[in-house]
C-alpha cells in the first residue's frame, strides 16, 4: 500500500525556471492538499481540493498553481520559482466523513531555489 | 477565522519528566482537533485525535472548549519522543489547519 506518493523528493531551480510537483494517493481520499514547511512557520496551507475538480486558495497560494487531474492526483506548479519558494513541500489526502478526517502524508520534497 | 497557536517553538526536557505540549485554537462551530508528529527523517502521521480519547505511545490531549484548548501531555517523557509535534484542527468539508509547531528534545 503505497499511501501518498510524491514526486521529485529533491529539485534544484534556477531563479525563474518551472517545474510541476506530482502528488498521487491510492487511498481513495476525497480530499488532497499541499502544503509548505519552512523553519518557525509550521506547515502552511498552499491549496487544497476537496474533491475532483475543485481547488481552493490556502493561507499562501501566491505563485503557485495546482490541478487536481483525477480523484488520486493533484500536482503543483511553480511557474516562475523564486528564492522565497525555497521550502519543503508536503502532498496529503485525507477523506471528508466527519470523524474519518485523518491526513496521510507524502515524503516530501525538498526544493530550492538560486 | 480559524487559527491553531503552538506558543513553544521549541520545548526541552530531560527523560523521564512530564511534557506538556500547548495548543490553543480558534474556530467557529465544532473543529476536529488533532495531534501530528513528525520524527526524524520520517513522514508527518497522526498521533492522536480528540475524538478517539485515546493515549497513544503514552501521550494524551484533553480538549477544553472553555478555554480552547487541546494541549498534549505525557507523564514521563522518553528519549524516542523527541520530535516536531503539530496541533492541527478542521471541520468535515475544509481543510487541515497547522500550529507552527513545537520541537520536543528529551535528553538523558
Redesign the interface.
Given at each position: 500500500n503505497a499511501g501518498v506518493t510524491q514526486t521529485p523528493k529533491f529539485q534544484v531551480l534556477k531563479t525563474g525556471q518551472s517545474m510541476t510537483l506530482q502528488c498521487a494517493q491510492d487511498m481513495n481520499h476525497n480530499?488532497m492538499?499541499w502544503?509548505r514547511q519552512d523553519p518557525?512557520?509550521?506547515?502552511?496551507?498552499i491549496y487544497?481540493s476537496?474533491s475532483e475538480g475543485t481547488t481552493?486558495k490556502?493561507e499562501v497560494p501566491n505563485g503557485y498553481n495546482v490541478s487536481r487531474l483525477n480523484k488520486r492526483e493533484f500536482s503543483l506548479r511553480l511557474e516562475s520559482a523564486a528564492p522565497s519558494q525555497t521550502s519543503v513541500y508536503?502532498c496529503?489526502s485525507?477523506d471528508?466523513?466527519?470523524?474519518n478526517?485523518?491526513?496521510f502524508?507524502?515524503?516530501?520534497t525538498r526544493l530550492t531555489v538560486v | 477565522a480559524q487559527r491553531v497557536t503552538?506558543p513553544e517553538?521549541l520545548l526541552s526536557v530531560f527523560k523521564g519528566a512530564p511534557v506538556e505540549l500547548k495548543c490553543n485554537y480558534s474556530y467557529s462551530g465544532s473543529p476536529?482537533l488533532?495531534w501530528?508528529v513528525q520524527y526524524s527523517r520520517q513522514?508527518?502521521?497522526?498521533l492522536l485525535?480528540h475524538?478517539s480519547r485515546e493515549s497513544i505511545k503514552g501521550f494524551t490531549a484533553d480538549l477544553n472548549k472553555g478555554e480552547t484548548s487541546f494541549h498534549l501531555k505525557k507523564p514521563f517523557a522518553q528519549e524516542e519522543d523527541s520530535a516536531m509535534y503539530?496541533c492541527?484542527l478542521?471541520q468535515?468539508?475544509t481543510?487541515?489547519?497547522?500550529?507552527?509547531?513545537t520541537t520536543l528534545s528529551v535528553s538523558s
Open positions: 480530499s492538499y502544503y518557525g512557520m509550521g506547515l502552511r496551507l487544497y476537496a481552493d490556502g508536503f496529503a485525507s471528508t466523513g466527519i470523524g478526517t485523518e491526513a502524508f507524502g515524503q516530501g | 503552538q517553538k476536529e488533532f501530528y513522514r508527518l502521521q497522526l485525535r475524538i503539530y492541527a478542521t468535515a468539508g481543510a487541515l489547519i497547522f500550529g507552527k509547531g
